[in-house]
């Protein structure tokens, strides 16, 4: 029973490197789930330990994505609501590789220093969706270790501000590639809307990721994705937000690390200042007991922090017109669940 | 049965405000319990809304700590290993506050701008033991909630390296004011020593404090903390790490916040490779999809960050002789522990 | 004698508002110098102190650029050289102003506080070109005082890199915002290719600026400038780089201004140790002791950093084929330079 | 005519390595010159390309100052100024090198990366009093160039406030290590008073430096200087200050860079304001249009960026009683001046 999701499975071809800027792949109508195929963040050139990325990745042909969507209705000025439904790996295996001078521990092209490069290795993870596990192998030693399965999206946004275009690869106020471990299934985004049709897009699958994306990548993979688009008319969103079932979520995309933790905490004081009584100084007081700031990424052209409070602690909270719950009740009816 | 702690309970004029320099407040031995009274971070001058910071608190002596304590045995070079068997609010409130140009989301004096300061103003809260909350009201509104009750210490550390004297409010290589919601009961934080003795003190305890401690208060309060020092011989640790029964800890304290990331998931890299038999590029990338970033202070002179595995990541891991689960015994054999 | 520059004089509505993205304004041939009229940031709406930013400046239709030009010949991988024969103000005014929650020594969008914006003020300037001065009036008192009048560009730039399309506002590797006072007559400016024919713009012209450009705003005029177009072939250019008579220059642009600083340094260092015999430490040492690092902006969506060394401590090196030599030759002999 | 200087020439073991903490070198009164003898930061003793820093300066005895002195009449609240009359190498040799993850172009402790270090390598410079050169040599080639003598002092400072003792290494409020090339001949610093008797000492000589001091090395040379002590009774300054003949400069040393910007910025903005009759926001909007930012280092444990203005923009401002005119006029006549 329930509403059958429309698929998408794009050719390679068809996949994206930008958001902005390119004609919709197609165009989707509110409520109407999309089961989504979204290829990795190397277009799925790495398969084996000797597909080094500077060998089989054509840069800047790198982190695709799936879209975009116009979906009809959505003007600037109004919220894009994508609830994520489910996000399944799609293949039993998935990577991981070392960049030259790219990741959280390296200089790179931007903390630019006159050192060589990190040795660049590709590492190839079993993915066992039974189970719920994820393998590492270590590359130099016999160490091999199964992690909790937790897939996620690295990058979903909406086409910019401002006319501007930006590649896949940059995690901003559109959305982008935020890389945030929580962007999972059950969660509902909200995303500012800039353009006619939102122009959403979704890629760069994880199998999990740790906090910061260390090496700049995460376990890689190529994903089916159940997600639901609703449009919330006339309510603008700022900076990229998430609801689950338990916290709501503001996220803040920039350098230095501090700003992006800045952006994502003003957001949230202001967000759960509009839904309860408080005044500034007494949101800005309980999330100093309260609040949580997940670390996303740091490691892409701007880093990702998010800032997260229990809503156990804002009883009488709704946001945006308590579109979370109503997506997440269709999501079950439908089926379409895998969390 | 079990080691019956020593008492500590220093009046007010035998706290001290700075992490070397001074004279010890007591010689300590390795292994043997102590039982330390800590005053609040605003030396308990805050007891209503009315006490404003910048009226009832005398710059600079705020975030007064318990020590130093002048552990036989331990020299430049060792580790000084401190378990936290039992954290209990000494009194049945606490408080927080916002001051002038001190905080996450304001500018300070050393993001310094032309804007005038936020509103000063003081919360109480109740704490309530039998419960386990604390409970926030809101000053400009009935709101109130229950938050779970999560005692820990924000400050902790031991004399600088180099003949420096540094104040209780900043963190840095010798620990000092982290502000990390982990340094809870249970938990065993290794901080490398600098002089004979070692030095330590703790302050600062905490109720409970929300990541990044944004007014720059958390619930702040006196305690009865149980504290077990031990001394690991001839094992230097460059910045302070804590390990509990599910994980390891390293920390990085410093700014920007990319740069005390950078230095705390650093630490973790070489730490799990001396544990483990992977090689650098190994643990990196296990880190990449396994650890974790819990943001500590995001308002202090020096940011703090840690970077955690799960013990369960590394099965065969031992770190400082496997001191936390010895200490860790002694202090539940003794009947000491409060988690 | 020489040759006669071609004058572009756009209308308002065929100013343009971004980089990358648009159709030319007009096809250039390298060599051809262009007489372009170039508006000021604020399109002109500025013209007494009650014309406050946000109530005549329509967002984000701010800093408005003259082009795009398609340059004959210019493909990917090559270098254009932009050589400003002369900057001279256009009107016998300009204007500055505060703007809520931008500049330097506030908090903004990015480093996000809770506290209110600073006052909005607009200070109008009188130009006198013969006299070679600015005047500065305060607001608020008597006190005027002539400054030097120094013109320059804010804004330069191609088209980026990868398919982007970025706001005039912001400074990156293909130029744009820099904000940098060096931009002024007889520099010669390289800029890397990324899309045939370059499609480089110019804006946001100043008589003069301080480092950091602490209010956001510059003494923002409406400028008549000369510019002379060449393309060096199969020459990259990662980030821009400036030449003037005496003086190589390397410029970044990111966020922290550390980052800003080791991205210009660090090209700088290379581009001297490829004009030169040293190698990559010895360049370091010599920059160690002889380098500049003049900053540009610490207002804009990303800082700008210049690092320049003096041409006399690097006798035999002649950068880009000498084009800045011959350019400025060109320049004087046909009689349109004004420095 | 005039005042005689009082010569101090310390042993080696009299050197110190912080500011605070220690006994005074000397009691100085406040007017009476002093001619100080400086070792130069390696403590003299790299003095051949083979002497490299991790070989032969034993940490972290480096970056030696000659002093404290106790200037009478000197009590907290008042400011310390110290007029350079003169620095002078004392050696016809001067040193530098690169150190094992130190520098600005290079990951360090606190930025941290997984890379290997950058060579080790010293370069000695000749210098030539007479001629006012100093002489570059590659270590790889055989290029040479002569750069100007423009002798300087890295490091100048007092005794903390809030009982802090800091390493030589570190610049912040205090002064210390700020490594600025403006520190040279002919400039008035003032320094805040935090203990009685200001306890000020003096060091880490540079032949000349470029900015930022890009391998954390300057022209590093043992000095002969002759410096005015003198005592501003109740004016307090939060941040070290410098003025010249022709300019006044306010300090900040902290990271990020950015927020050493906006200190030295926010300093210049309220000092300006003092010494004028603009109101905070025609000083910000003057310093908008004529402020300088000399990038000072980017390299040691904090950055330090000044803010500069002429004094030519302000026509009437006398800053602390016009003290560096008078210290200025002492030196002059008696001789003492060397630029």
Redesign the interface.
């Known amino acids: 029973m329930g509403i059958e999701p429309v698929d998408i499975d794009p050719k390679p071809e068809q996949l994206t490197?930008?958001f902005?800027?390119g004609q919709p792949l197609a165009r989707v109508k509110p409520g109407v789930p999309l089961r989504l195929y979204t290829e990795d963040c190397f277009g799925g050139r790495i398969r084996t330990p000797d597909d080094l990325p500077s060998k089989v990745v054509n840069f800047?042909y790198v982190n695709p994505v799936t879209g975009p969507f116009y979906v009809e209705g959505a003007e600037p000025g109004d919220t894009l609501a994508l609830h994520f439904a489910s996000i399944t790996p799609a293949r039993d295996w998935a990577s991981?590789a070392?960049l030259p001078h790219f990741g959280?521990?390296?200089?790179t092209?931007?903390?630019?220093?006159?050192?060589?490069?990190?040795?660049e290795?590709v590492?190839i993870y079993d993915v066992n969706r039974e189970a719920g596990t994820?393998t590492?192998r270590?590359?130099?030693?016999?160490?091999t270790?199964d992690?909790p399965l937790d897939p996620m999206h690295g990058t979903v946004g909406v086409a910019p501000?401002?006319?501007?275009?930006?590649?896949t690869i940059v995690p901003d106020a559109h959305g982008g590639n935020m890389d945030s471990p929580l962007l999972r299934a059950g969660v509902t985004v909200y995303l500012g809307v800039n353009v006619d049709g939102a122009m959403f897009a979704i890629g760069d699958g994880h199998c999990?990721?740790?906090?910061?994306?260390?090496?700049g990548?995460?376990?890689e993979a190529a994903m089916r994705t159940v997600v639901i688009p609703e449009v919330i008319k006339g309510h603008a969103t700022p900076w990229p937000r998430f609801e689950s079932d338990t916290a709501l979520m503001s996220t803040?995309s920039?350098?230095?690390?501090?700003?992006a933790?800045?952006?994502s905490?003003?957001?949230l004081?202001g967000w759960v200042g509009a839904l309860?009584?408080?005044?500034?100084?007494?949101a800005?007081?309980?999330?100093?007991?309260?609040?949580?700031?997940p670390?996303a990424n740091?490691c892409d052209p701007n880093?990702t922090m998010v800032a997260a409070v229990d809503k156990r602690?804002?009883?009488k909270a709704t946001a945006y017109e308590g579109v979370h719950a109503h997506l997440r009740d269709t999501a079950r009816t439908a089926g379409l669940t895998s969390d």
């Open positions: 490197y930008t902005g800027g800047p991981a070392t959280a521990l390296t200089s092209s931007h903390t630019a220093t006159l050192q060589d490069p990190l040795p290795r590492w994820v590492y270590a590359a130099n030693s016999d160490f270790v992690l501000a401002h006319g501007e275009v930006r590649s999990r990721q740790g906090a910061g994306e260390l090496t990548t995460a376990v803040g920039t350098r230095p690390l501090e700003d933790f800045r952006i905490q003003h957001d004081v309860t009584d408080l005044d500034t100084m007494d800005y007081q309980l999330l100093s007991q309260a609040g949580q700031a670390v740091v880093y602690y804002l009883p």
